[in-house]
């Protein structure tokens, strides 16, 4: 079949609006209709040709809502006409990774996903009659994607893919950093490094833990208005101060705080999340993806002196279990997801929503198709 689509033929280039060929599902396999897509930083960062796992020409975008249109042999989970979320971290419940009860990182397609193709090796998308690459498992830039049944989450069909697309990728990486990585406690610090919708959506998870003092630091100070509205308490814009920011941190909490967030992807700033963290326990999560190459430093004695640093993907959420209850909470006003929704546009005008990104002037900017 055809499918409207916005390709990355090259690294560095705007998308290009095109029609795509889509092949059929095949065993284990759903097309799904996407029907609104975010557009986070890390579609920016794989387009800019930074991600060692990048390739073209590709289908990016990975934080969709849309609809089954049709399954492949053996799928039972899903149907046509379900409504549905593509995960970029599978949910098999079988492999080794999903049984240990430790981690979110199910490796069950995560190899061929980081080659951009399908579980047997070969992508269901073409243009001309050449391959085009599959991307994070999900594909959402284009307007029929196919994903493997383990990377889907069936939701309720009365909420607003506007927003719950957002679930997909930004909002739960954020809200679940807090609650499944971190483990924020009533009362605790917390300092947000990098005010975006990863950030922001820290700073909401920060709120419903019941943290005490949240700083929000951001160079872009029109940031500072919606962290507010989601619970910051605190407002830190580093180009304010001539003396690295993790020593303001620290002299403005005596000996740091209980947990930082590195929401950007700067190694420079992720040193300093790690060292604004309290001296015994502190920790230090980082969100942020970094470039090829990149890599992070501090003085060993820093964690000698008991700081912790972590990561996290997905914000540790098991997609498939957790995602429907996830929307439920947005649908009942639990979660707020209408704040982050800064912008829509539809397909054509995709590449606006990153020219908004890269000039700070969005949160989210939601694709419609
Ligand atoms: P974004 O571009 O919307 O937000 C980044 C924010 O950081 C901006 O507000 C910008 O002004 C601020 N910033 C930039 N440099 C700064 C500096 N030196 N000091 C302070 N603030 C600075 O990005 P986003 O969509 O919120 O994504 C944030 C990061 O999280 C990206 O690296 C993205 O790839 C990554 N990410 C990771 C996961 C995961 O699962 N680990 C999931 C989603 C996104
Ligand atoms: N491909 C990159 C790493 C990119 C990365 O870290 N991705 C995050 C999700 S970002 C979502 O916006 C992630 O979940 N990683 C775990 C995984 O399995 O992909 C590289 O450095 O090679
Ligand atoms: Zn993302």
């Known amino acids: 079949m055809k499918s409207r689509a916005a390709v990355a033929f090259e690294a560095g280039k705007p998308l290009s609006i095109v029609e795509l060929d889509v092949a059929p599902p ?5 097309l799904v209709r996407i029907t609104h897509t975010g557009v986070c930083h890390t579609d920016a960062f794989t387009l800019s ?31 046509p006409g379900d409504h549905v979320i593509p995960l970029y971290t599978a949910e098999c419940g079988q492999c080794l990774f999903c049984k240990s009860g430790k981690t979110n990182l199910c490796v069950a397609v995560r190899a061929t996903q980081g080659k951009g193709v399908m579980p047997d090796g070969t992508t269901r998308f073409s243009y001309n009659g050449k391959p085009v690459y599959h991307y994070m ?32 990728c930004g909002v739960t990486t954020g809200l679940g950093a807090v609650k499944n990585t971190a483990r924020v406690q009533e009362g605790d610090s917390v300092a947000v490094f990098g005010l975006g919708g990863i950030g922001l959506a820290v700073i909401q998870g920060a709120q419903m833990a ?22 910051a308490t605190d407002f830190v814009n580093p180009k304010d101060h001539d003396r690295p920011i993790q020593q303001v941190i620290v002299e ?67 997609g498939r ?35 908004l990104m890269h000039e700070g002037k969005s949160i989210r900017t939601v694709v419609r198709y």
């Open 26 to 30: 095949q065993k284990g396999e759903v």
């Open 137 to 168: 498992g999900c594909s959402t830039f284009s307007e029929y994607t196919v994903v493997a049944e383990v990377s889907l989450a069936r939701i309720n069909p009365n909420a607003n893919p506007e927003q719950v697309c957002l679930l997909g």
């Open 210 to 231: 019941k943290a005490g003092r949240i700083i929000a630091i951001d160079t872009n100070p029109a940031k500072f208005e919606l962290a507010k509205a989601f619970g």
């Open 49 to 79: 040709g930074d991600d060692p796992e990048g390739l073209f020409p590709v289908v990016l975008g990975h934080e969709g809502a849309g609809v089954v249109e049709a399954v492949g042999e053996g799928v039972t989970s899903v149907k």
């Open 252 to 318: 403005m909490t005596g000996w740091g705080v209980d947990h930082s967030f590195e929401c950007i992807g700067n190694v420079g700033v992720m040193r300093a999340a790690l060292e604004c963290a309290h001296r015994g326990w502190g920790q230090s999560i980082i969100i942020g993806v970094a470039g090829a190459g990149q890599e992070i430093s501090t003085r060993p004695f820093q964690l000698v002196t008991g700081r912790t640093w972590k990561g996290t993907a997905f914000g540790g959420v098991k």
């Open 321 to 355: 279990s957790e995602l429907p209850g996830m929307v439920e909470d947005a649908m009942a006003g639990k979660i707020q997801l209408a704040p982050f929704v800064t912008h829509t546009r539809s397909l054509t005008d995709i590449n606006e929503a990153f020219d």
